[in-house]
């Protein structure tokens, strides 16, 4: 038996583990008493890992398509025939979609997209336009460059303003803070306070204080407080104008007199935080939303300073790194069909129906999808599975077969986070301390396992292509030289404002805390305030259409402790004793549809149905929404989260590019119009 000090990598808190591992076998995994920020703190996912290593349905050697099923390959035969059918179709039609647990792996996401722009195709899909999409868009916007992102400095502020997130359950999200719940805590007993901007009372808002804000409401909600505050800022105040907060309570739900409390006592904290998360992302406006919560921050004088919402100086400069390559790009490529500005070489994962269906030059015809299921996590996932059918060449590489995977021609197996070894760069900007962690893989992999970046490379080398995104590189690749992730790493570190190097890290196995605080000051060009993109974007809320009287409900999601997307419900001991997916009405629109709890309930949208779903009558809901998690409806190769049932809640939500928020082409998965019928 041995221990290795390790770090989870499912949730973006990256908590500190020890592994107990026996052979090859990982037999426990608990939290690390000694890792500086999480301090032996884990939660159940987390120490239910070992469930996922050993799965006797996991995917442990390639898989190629036979009829309805599927039958086992050689890593051989499965990359000569994709490498073949690939180099019969063009460069261009060539696509990628990544998943959200290949923002835990820098080799991972970096040669996907490498891969993608070595081939020259803009066929580059993720859970980004999903998630956080917006929030790039906006610091493009507002200070130049996509990732720039301020966090909350939670452990000085006096005032915690958290819009459309509940941390209590997904444990922080672009913002790493382990322990997140003592932290929120802390700022109360410290004489602070805590807002929770929310249309469903939360776990968090529970805690704290909630407001009550109807879905989509949040633009409207922050133009009202920044015209309750009344920016010096000339353009910003003419913007703000017309938003009074008598104007905006039809839309927010919120009344006029908690509007003008919340921006007076947020503009007179000592200091204050704002927080948005995807409650804020999800609607029809999330870029507005992202650009509306800095500008809150820069009226109230609390961006760039203590106890306000901080920059960190993460150890790899990814930002400075990816500027100097023409990588950190917003919009200066736009989508084959719609017309949708990339962000950060990415377009809207919505658009991969239209974009396989819609013939002419640049056609997307072969797919992969790694560490991704968006059958379940894009909208109309119906749509995405139809087209699918006539896709030539679809590869999933994964853990399972999930319900994207059962699709496809090959399933190529993946090592798990314990399989390989990493450090959390994409993380780095968003620890709530400037910190960082090295982790060794704790066992081998499992099988025929491979980790994604090696399989990219030599897809790569049988297609003859070098999977870069930068000149350089693809000049070396040229001359028979091809760099591995650590080497990047190690040159990204050393090259890095820390200048650390790879023996530094590796000498502190729980991690290294590299300051007490993140410093500020140190935004050089004042923020932009009125950008045209901005301004258009304001100007088109009053064109917003009317509601659908026969859809009077809005249908919000949210995330459950156990849950994580749609990918740990094969895990029994996190499934048993648990309810299954429910939808939660407030029990006056229950009441109003003659249903009660535990009954089954058909949801429709405009676009789509499902039906057999259990009700949740709770007064955490605000009259008029329901609140339905993603993630379940599984029909994979997967036997317990199979027998969970559930229904997939992105049947509910439109693919029809017009659907699509405009300056960042983020999915609306929040706020959709339903009805509810017993
Ligand atoms: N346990 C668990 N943890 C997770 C995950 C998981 O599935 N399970 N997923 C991970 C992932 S991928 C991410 S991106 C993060 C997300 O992290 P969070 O954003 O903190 O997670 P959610 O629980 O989705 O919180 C979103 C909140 O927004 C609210 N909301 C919905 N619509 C609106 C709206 O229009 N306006 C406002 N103001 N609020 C709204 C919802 O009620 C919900 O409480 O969590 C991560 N952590
Ligand atoms: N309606 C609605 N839809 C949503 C959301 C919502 O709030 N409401 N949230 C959105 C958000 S924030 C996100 S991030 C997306 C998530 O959307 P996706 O990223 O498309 O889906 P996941 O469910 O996270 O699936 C992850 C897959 O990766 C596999 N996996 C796990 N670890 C690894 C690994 O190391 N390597 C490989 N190759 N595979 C691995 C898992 O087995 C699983 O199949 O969903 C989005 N969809
Ligand atoms: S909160 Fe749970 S899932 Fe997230 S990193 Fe920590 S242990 Fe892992
Ligand atoms: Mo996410």
């Not at 469930?51 to 599927?70: E, K, S």
């Not at 916007?141 to 400095?153: A, K, V």
């Not at 204050?272 to 804020?280: D, E, F, K, L, V």
Request: glycine residues 10%; aromatic residues 6%; proline residues 8%.
């Amino acid at each position: 038996m041995a221990e290795r000090v390790t770090y989870c990598r499912i949730c973006e808190a990256n908590c500190g583990m020890v592994a107990t591992v026996e052979g090859d076998r990982v037999v426990q995994m608990r939290p690390d008493r000694d890792h500086p920020l999480s301090e032996g703190y884990a939660c159940p996912k987390g120490i239910a890992f070992p469930a996922v290593q050993h799965d006797p349905d996991r995917v442990t050697h390639p898989l190629r398509r036979r009829g309805d099923g599927f039958e086992r390959v050689s890593w051989e035969e499965a990359l000569s025939d994709i490498a073949a059918r690939l180099g019969a179709l063009p460069k261009e039609s060539i696509g990628w979609y990544l998943g959200n647990p290949a923002a835990w792996s820098f080799g991972h996401a970096a040669w996907a997209r490498g891969f993608v722009d070595g081939l020259g195709s803009q066929h580059f899909y993720s859970s980004g336009s999903q998630d956080v999409n917006n929030r790039f868009a906006a610091s493009a916007l507002m200070y130049g460059t996509p990732l720039r992102i301020p966090i909350p400095d939670v452990e000085r502020t006096d005032f915690l303003l958290v819009v459309g997130a509940n941390p209590f359950v997904s444990n922080g999200s672009v913002f790493s803070v382990p322990r997140v719940r003592d932290r929120m805590h802390d700022v109360v007993a410290r004489g602070g306070r805590v807002v929770v901007v929310d249309p469903r009372r939360t776990e968090t808002a529970r805690n704290f204080e909630h407001v009550a804000l109807l879905p989509d409401g949040d633009a409207w909600l922050l133009l009202s407080m920044l015209h309750a505050i009344g920016p010096s800022d000339p353009g910003l105040a003419s913007l703000v104008a017309p938003f009074t907060p008598e104007s905006t309570a039809a839309r927010t739900g919120v009344e006029p007199g908690v509007v003008r409390a919340l921006a007076r006592d947020l503009a007179a904290a000592p200091s204050a935080a704002i927080y948005g998360r995807t409650g804020s992302c999800l609607g029809s406006h999330g870029t507005l939303v992202a650009f509306l919560l800095d500008a809150l921050a820069v009226v109230t004088g609390n961006l760039d300073r203590p106890g306000g919402s901080v920059f960190a100086e993460p150890a790899v400069d990814l930002d400075g790194t990816m500027q100097r390559f023409g990588l950190a790009s917003y919009a200066t490529r736009r989508s084959r069909v719609g017309g949708f500005p990339d962000v950060l070489g990415q377009f809207p994962a919505t658009l991969m129906a239209p974009e396989i269906e819609t013939p002419g030059p640049g056609q997307l015809r072969a797919l992969f999808v790694s560490a991704g299921n968006p059958v379940l996590s894009v909208p109309d996932g119906r749509a995405l599975e139809r087209a699918f059918g006539s896709l030539d060449l679809l590869v999933s590489i994964d853990l399972y077969v999930n319900e994207t995977a059962r699709h496809a021609d090959y399933v190529l197996p993946a090592t798990t986070f314990l399989e390989r070894e990493d450090v959390p760069v994409a993380f780095l900007p968003f620890f709530v301390k400037p910190f960082i962690q090295w982790t060794d893989a704790v066992v081998a992999p499992r099988g025929e396992a491979r980790e994604e970046w090696r399989i990219i490379d030599d897809l790569a080398r049988r297609m003859g292509i070098a999977p870069y995104s930068v000149g350089p590189l693809r000049w070396l690749a040229r001359a028979g030289v091809r760099v591995s992730p650590q080497r990047m790493l190690s040159l990204g570190l050393l090259g890095g404002p820390r200048r650390l190097t790879m023996s530094r890290l590796r000498a502190a196995p729980h991690g290294l805390l590299l300051d007490e605080h993140h410093a500020t000051g140190g935004l050089r060009e004042p923020p932009r305030l009125t950008p045209p993109e901005i301004v258009r974007e304001v100007e088109s809320l009053a064109a917003a259409p009317a509601p659908d009287p026969a859809l009077p409900l809005r249908l919000i999601g949210m995330r459950e402790l156990r849950s994580h997307n749609s990918w740990m419900h094969n895990v029994d001991k996190l499934m048993r004793a648990r309810e299954g997916q429910r939808l939660r009405m407030h029990p006056a629109d229950a009441e109003a549809r003659g249903v009660a709890d535990g009954d089954l309930v058909q949801v429709r949208s405009a676009t789509g149905e499902v039906g057999g779903v259990p009700v949740f009558v709770t007064d955490d809901m605000t009259p008029g929404v329901v609140a339905l998690p993603h993630g379940w409806g599984h029909r994979g190769g997967w036997r317990r989260a199979n027998a969970a049932g559930g229904v997939n809640v992105n049947e509910l939500t439109s693919a029809a590019p017009e659907s699509l928020e405009r300056l960042a082409g983020m999915s609306k998965l929040n706020g959709v119009a339903v009805e509810v019928e017993a």
